[in-house]
């Protein structure tokens, strides 16, 4: 049986302009995971009543096995059968997060992932284009320099075009 390939996507095409954290407050994982969360609330995109389902997931995803990977930057994720299309928080921590990285460095850029239970292809995608990006210092450095939430989305266009 053949595996379908799903186009890469854009980080535009995930990312919740409204769920943008420029100044993410929290030191803590689990502390960071609930106010992306609230943004994701705020921004309409979870609603109030499945923010616990959805943090519960996701920490316990960061128990098994942290998604620290190492340079500054965390992707804690989450599947579940409510989502249709993948969608991403982002929060920027100026004084960094304990994410148990690899690397045992603190974590300055997280791109908090949720996505459809029922299409792990999309899924991957997501992750796909996600890491793609953070593998380049020059995204990452630019990404931690920023202060607001257009500065963001400007680091995600240019991205996104290949710059």
Known sequence: MAIAKTAPMKLRELVVDTAILPYLVANKR??????LLDALVQSGKVS??????FAKSIIDREKKGSTGLGKGVATPHAKH?????PFVAIGISKSGVDFNSIDK?????????????????LHLAAIQSIYSQLSKDQFRNFLRQSTTVHDVITILDEADAGH
């Open 30 to 35: 689990d502390d960071a995971i609930h106010e």
């Open 48 to 53: 109030p009543q499945m923010k616990a389902t």
């Open 81 to 85: 059968k409510s989502v249709k299309r």
């Open 105 to 121: 460095q603190p974590v300055q850029s997280i791109f908090l992932l949720i996505s459809p239970e029922e299409n792990p292809e």
